[in-house]
C-alpha cells in the first residue's frame, strides 16, 4: 500500500477514480515562494485533455483546477498544495455491461485479485485518466524548475509504427535528422517533430481507427540546462528514478536512455562519450561546480545525458514504448466473472493511440522526478 | 541523499567502496522464522565473482559473506540482518595515474561535481563491486520468496551482438526457440541459454578483447510462480519498480516488458492478452484469490506478466539492455582535473562484457523488488 | 520538506490552510473493503467543532466533509481516500492588524524564518484548524481499527490546573478513582469524566476567560483490545510513533505513558508488571499468539501497555500536556516586521482552553499511528 | 517491518544483537567533505560505556568501532557510512536460565508475540546494548552540527528520586539553580551538574543495589546555536521528532519540553514567551534569517525553544523520563514458556540506574534528529 505517493522531497500524492466525485494531487515539498497560479496548471492539464482526430477520445473533459491550499497572494507558502479537479461529463452507464467482465490488456481482472473489488465505471484508478493529477502535479514541478532554467520537451517519435524525424545525434547507429522541427510538435495532433510524418500517422491512425484496432507508439524526451550531479547513488540514480517514473504509466512497455537498446550491440570505443575541454563558453551550471573542478564538454551524448546515475550536464534525453490502447472494438475473447468464455467489442470514445496525450505525461513524470532530485542535491555536500 | 536505502518494508541498505574496508548491507524487514545461512548468500555471491575466459575480470575475490546480525539459530529475529564482505586483494596503486583524469563513460567527473570528491581507487563506489551488497541482500529476498515458490531465473540474452536462443512466445514479432536450454545457462561462461551461441559469442568477445575494446549485452529474466495482484499502484507498480531498480545498475541503459518495444509498433489485436478459462488445472495462486473472483488463464503473454502494473498470474518477463563496458584499453580522449586535454588507454583487470556477472545482479534486484511487493500485498485488503 | 505526510503503510497526508479554501486529507493505503462513509467522517468532525461555553471558540464551523476518491459504493477501494472541508465563515478581516506582528506564542515568527513568508490569516497552517485534516483521516482509522475491535477513548485529565478524577491504576503513586466516569465525558463542555470536575474546571476558565487569559491542560487516552506486540522496535515503537504523533500537536509539551514521570522517582520492584498465568478465560487476542507462546495477564499497568516499545495486550495508556492557548486578550509585548517593540492585546474568538477539542485529535492521532503499526505488523513473521 | 531505519536526509540504520557477533550502524545522506575519523566516534562510544560505582554493569565493553565505508581521507564520501563494532565478553550462558522466562518489565514476552522467536541472550535486539549502533551514528551527527556550530549538552537532572541542580530559567515554576555546574557533568559518575546532588544521589542508589532494586531517572538536554526555523511541519516539527526518538529508548516513560507539564497547569499570560528587539548583539544565526525578517530576542523560553514545531533560535530544553532498571535482584513473580507462575530472582551485571549511560544516547538521538532537520530546512524556500 501507498503506492501513490511520490518523490522524497517534492513529495506527490495523487487521488482519484475516472467516475468518481474528483482527481488531483497534494504536493508536499514545494519550497516556499514560488510564483505559481491556477493557468499554470490548466495549461498542461489542456495538453492531456482529448483533441480531435482519429488519435484521440472525444470525451469532453474540461478539467478545470482549482488549488485548494498551499498558496497565497501568488506564491507558494511551503505547505501542502491540493489541486482538485471534479469530474463532469463521465457517463457511467457506458460502463454496465463490462461490469460483469475483465477486458484484455486492462488492470480489472489483475486489480480485483488485489483489492477483491474494483470501480468499473471508465476503469476507476487504472483509468488514464487517473494521469491528471500527476499532470497538475507536474505543471508546479515544471514551474519551479523554469525557475532554474531547466526545460522539459517531449514528443512522439514513432505512432504505429511511422517513425518521427529523429533528433539525437548518438553516434551510432543514427544520426539526427534535419527534418526535426521542435515548433511542429504543438502544432500537428500527434505531437510529432515532423508535419510529413504526422500526416503519414494519422492516415495510418485513421485506417486502423476504421478497423476497430488501435496502435502503440513511443514518445521521446529531452531536458535541457540540467546541471551536472543530479541522482542520488545508488538507487536513487537519475535514470533509475526516470525509468521507475515512466514505467508507472499504464501502458508503458520499455524505456532506454541515449543510445539505449543499440548500445548493447556496440563496442566501448564508440559509445563512450569522451570528455573534452569545456571550451571558452562553458555552460551556465559551470558556475557552480564544487572548487577544484573543471567545466566539461563531450564528443558524443551516447549515454542520454546520465553517467552513473548522475545528469551530465548534457540534455537528458529517452525513449518511452506505450503498448497499443488495450479497448478496441474488434471482437475479442475474455472471461466474466464466473471464469466463463465471453466475447466481447468495446463501444465508446476510445483513443487510437496515445502519443499525444502521452507527450505532457512523460513530462509530467520528468518534471516530478528532477524537481525531487534537484532538491535532494541541495544536501550533497556539507 | 539517502539513494542507498531500497524498498519499503523489505528495507535494503547496501555500503562499501571498491577498495575501502569492506562492502555490505543491512536489510531491514526480512519477517522473522526464515531459515537463512552464510552459504545461502555465499551461493550467489560465488555466481557474481568473476570467471575464467575473456568475458569476465582475473581480480581475485573470495567475497565470503559475514552475517553480523539478525539471524540466531539458523533463523531471522525479524530484526536488520546485517552482512558484510572484506576486501581483499584490492591493488589500489593500478589506480594511481586515473587519479586527476576522468574516464570517459565513467562516473568520475559527475561524481565530482555532486560530492566535490572522490574514491578514485576503482571507482570506490561507483565501482561494479557496489552490487555486492545488492546480491548478498538479494540473496535473502530470493530465500523468502522461494519459501513461497516463487523462484527466478535470468539469462545472457545477447552479448557483444550474437543473440542466444529467444524464450519467449510474444504473440509478435518473434516466437520461442527450441533451442532454449535452461540448464546450459550455468554451464557456460557468458550464461547464455544454448550451447552454440555461447560458443560464438565467446569467439567474438575474445577478438573484442584482443582489440582492447569492449561490448554490450542484454539480460533476461523470468520469474514464475509469481501469485497475481503484486504492486502498489499507481506509483509502485510492479513493472515500475522493476524499472527503477534495473536502471539502477551501472552500465543499463534500457528495460522492456513482455513485447516491449515491439509493443510500440504493433496492433491492440494483435497484442492484447486474452483471458480464457484457468480450465482444470489451476494454478497455485487460484486458491489465494480473494472471494468472487475467478482464476483466469491467458492466451498469450505480450504483457510480461504485468497488467495494470501488477501481475497477472503469468511468468514476469523482462530484459535489460547494458552498454559497453567503458574500461577499454584502445586510446580515448578525456580531460585531467584541470581541464586539460589528454589521451587515455586504461589497463588493469577489466570485463570485455558485463553479462554474465550481470545475471546475479538482475535476479538479486529483482528478488528485492518481488519481497517487498509479496510483504506490501500483505495489507491490500481489509 | 515533506512534513506533512504521517505513516509508513496507512499513510496520511494533511493539506489546507485556516483561511484557504478548504482543507483535509488523503490518505494512502487503506485496505480495500472496508466499509465507510461521510457520516463516519463527520462525527469526528463534529466533536472538535468549538462548543459553547467558556472552553472553546464560537466560530461557526460547519466543517461537512466530502469524500473525493477511495470509496465505491459504500467501501474503500484500495486506492486513495481524498477528504475536502470547505473553508467557510472565515473572517479574514479580524487578522488584519496582526500581519506585521508577531504574536507571542505563536508560530508567526518562527514560520517566517523558515519559509521566509506567511499566510497571516487566522495562522494559516500553523493554526489549530490544521487538526481538521487530521481528525477527518483518524476517523477513517478508527473505522478500520474498530473492524478489529480496537477502541480508543480520550479525555481531558485536567484543565486550569482542576484534575479530573483519575482513571489508572498504577501501582504508585495514586490508585484509579471510583468517580472516573466514562459515560460523563462527552456530556460535559470540558469532557471530563466526572461531573463535579468538570463543573469545577469551568467555573475556573469562566473566571480566566473573563481576565482575558487562557489555561493549559491534560489530556489522557486509553486504547483497549490492542493485540501484543503492535510497534516496530527500534525507531518506530508503538511509544515512539505515539509520542512523535502527540508531539506533532501545536500546543503539546510533554507526554508520559503509564507510570511516567512518577516513574523515573521509582524502584524497579515495585514498578515492573509482573506477569502471571492467564487465567480461564483469556483475552481475544490470545487465540492470534504465534505457536509455543504462553498467554499472558499482569499484575499491574506500570507500563501504560507497552514493554519494549510493543504493546502488551494491556490497556495502552498515556497523557499529554498542553500549554495555554497564547491567543490572549491581556496585554502583552512583541515585535512588529521592522524588530520593533509593540504592545498587543489579541481580540476575537479563541478558546480559553482547548481541551475538549483536543480530546478528539488526541484520538485521532492514536488510531493514524495504531492502524499503521496494525498492517506493519501483518509482516513480522514469515 | 523497517523499524530500524531513523530519519529523511540524514538517515540512519542500526543492527545488532546484544549476543550476536556485532552491533553498528550505517548512515545514508551525511553530506561529502565533513571531516571524520574513527576517534569521533569512539569518544562517545566510550561514554556509554559501564562505568564503575553503583551506578552502572561491570561488564568490560571495549567497543571499538571500524568504520567500513563512506570515508576515504579522513572526509566523508557523500556514499553511506557502515561502522561496526564486534561483540566481545559476552557471556551467553548468563542468560541460559532466562531461555524459558519472560523478565517482569522487560521486552520477552512481547517480543516473542510479535517475531514468534527471539534471541534471548542478553535480551537480543532489546537490550540497551542495542543503543551503541545509536550513539555510533550520533557521533557523526554531532559532527556536521558541530560543524555548524551547534552544540548538544545532556545530564542527569535527577537519579533514585534525587534532583540535580535545575537549569533552565522557565519563568513559573521554578528559576535556575545557581548550583547548575555545566563542567561537574563528566567529572562525576552520575552525570549531574552538581557535585553534592551526584554524591547524596549515587549514596541513595549504592543502598537501592544493596536491596537488589533499581531506581529510575531523569535526563535533561540542551541545544544551544540552534538557528530557528529548523522542523517541519505539520508532523515532522521539531518537537515531534524528538519526542519520536526518545520514547523510542528502551527505558524512557516520558518527555517534556521547556516548562512541559507544568505548562498544563499554567496561564497563557505567565506562560507566553514575549518576543523583544534582538538587541546590539544580535545571534549569528540573524545572518540567515530570509529578507524582511526581523531578529528576535525573548523575555522568557518556557517554550524549551521551539514554537509552532519550529526552533525559535533559543536554547532547545527538554527532559526525559527514564523508568527504573527492570532486571533486579530482588524475587519477582513471572511465568514461564509454558504459561505457569514462576519465581525469578535476576542476577548477574544490571546497572542500578541508566541514568549516566543515558546521557550519551540521550544526545545521540538528538542529534540525528536535528541533522536530518538541518538538511531538510535547506529546502525550504526557493
Given at each position: 500500500m501507498g503506492g501513490s505517493v511520490f518523490g522524497t522531497l517534492f513529495k506527490v500524492i495523487t487521488f482519484g477514480e475516472s467516475h468518481g466525485p474528483g482527481l488531483g494531487c497534494v504536493i508536499d515539498g514545494c519550497?516556499?515562494?514560488?510564483?505559481?497560479?491556477?493557468?499554470?496548471?490548466?495549461?498542461?492539464?489542456?495538453?492531456?485533455?482529448?483533441?480531435?482526430?482519429?488519435?484521440?477520445?472525444?470525451r469532453a473533459e474540461e478539467d478545470e483546477p482549482e488549488i485548494l491550499s498551499g498558496v497565497y497572494e501568488g506564491r507558494?507558502?511551503?505547505?501542502?498544495?491540493?489541486?482538485?479537479?471534479?469530474?463532469?461529463?463521465?457517463?457511467?452507464?457506458d460502463y454496465d455491461k463490462l461490469k460483469d467482465l475483465y477486458r484484455p490488456g486492462h488492470a480489472?481482472?489483475?486489480?480485483?485479485?488485489?483489492y477483491g473489488f474494483r470501480d468499473h465505471r471508465g476503469g476507476g484508478r487504472s483509468s488514464a485518466r487517473e494521469t491528471l493529477g500527476r499532470v497538475a502535479a507536474g505543471a508546479v514541478a515544471r514551474v519551479f524548475?523554469?525557475?532554474?532554467?531547466?526545460?522539459?520537451?517531449?514528443?512522439t517519435s514513432s505512432a504505429a509504427?511511422?517513425?518521427?524525424?529523429?533528433?539525437?545525434?548518438?553516434?551510432?547507429?543514427?544520426?539526427?535528422?534535419?527534418?526535426?522541427?521542435?515548433?511542429?510538435?504543438?502544432?500537428?495532433?500527434l505531437r510529432m517533430p515532423g508535419k510529413a510524418a504526422a500526416?503519414?500517422?494519422?492516415?495510418?491512425?485513421?485506417?486502423?481507427?476504421?478497423?476497430?484496432?488501435?496502435?502503440?507508439?513511443?514518445?521521446?524526451?529531452?531536458?535541457?540546462?540540467?546541471p551536472p550531479g543530479l541522482g542520488e547513488p545508488v538507487f536513487d540514480k537519475l535514470d533509475a528514478r526516470i525509468a521507475g517514473a515512466m514505467l508507472s504509466l499504464g501502458a508503458a512497455k520499455g524505456i532506454e536512455f541515449g543510445a539505449g537498446f543499440a548500445a548493447a550491440?556496440?563496442?566501448?570505443?564508440?559509445?563512450?562519450?569522451?570528455?573534452?575541454?569545456?571550451?571558452?563558453?562553458?555552460?551556465?551550471?559551470?558556475?557552480?561546480?564544487?572548487?577544484?573542478?573543471?567545466?566539461?564538454?563531450?564528443?558524443?551524448?551516447?549515454?542520454g545525458g546520465v553517467l552513473g546515475g548522475l545528469s551530465t550536464g548534457q540534455?537528458?534525453?529517452?525513449?518511452?514504448?506505450?503498448?497499443?490502447?488495450?479497448?478496441?472494438?474488434?471482437k475479442q475473447e475474455t472471461i466474466n466473472r464466473r471464469g466463463e468464455k465471453e466475447e466481447l467489442a468495446i463501444q465508446g470514445r476510445h483513443d487510437t493511440c496515445i502519443a499525444p496525450r502521452a507527450v505532457p505525461v512523460v513530462e509530467a513524470m520528468t518534471a516530478l522526478v528532477l524537481a525531487d532530485l534537484v532538491l535532494l542535491d541541495r544536501c550533497s555536500r556539507v
Open positions: 519550497p516556499a515562494g514560488l510564483p505559481l497560479n491556477a493557468e499554470d496548471i490548466s495549461r498542461d492539464l489542456r495538453r492531456r485533455r482529448p483533441g480531435a482526430g482519429g488519435a484521440s477520445t472525444s507558494t507558502l511551503g505547505t501542502p498544495i491540493a489541486v482538485l479537479v471534479r469530474n463532469t461529463g463521465q457517463r457511467s452507464a480489472d481482472w489483475t486489480w480485483e485479485t488485489k524548475l523554469a525557475s532554474r532554467g531547466i526545460e522539459i520537451r517531449a514528443w509504427g511511422i517513425a518521427a524525424p529523429r533528433l539525437f545525434p548518438v553516434s551510432e547507429p543514427q544520426a539526427a535528422d534535419p527534418a526535426f522541427d521542435w515548433d511542429e510538435i504543438e502544432r500537428n495532433l500526416a503519414k500517422a494519422l492516415e495510418v491512425l485513421t485506417e486502423i481507427a476504421a478497423q476497430g484496432d488501435s496502435a502503440g507508439c513511443e514518445v521521446s524526451c529531452l531536458v535541457r540546462n540540467l550491440l556496440g563496442r566501448g570505443s564508440k559509445l563512450n562519450d569522451q570528455p573534452v575541454p569545456a571550451g571558452n563558453r562553458p555552460p551556465e551550471w559551470a558556475a557552480g561546480l564544487p572548487p577544484g573542478v573543471p567545466a566539461a564538454s563531450w564528443k558524443s551524448n551516447n549515454s540534455d537528458l534525453y529517452f525513449t518511452v514504448a506505450f503498448k497499443p490502447v488495450p479497448s478496441i472494438m474488434k
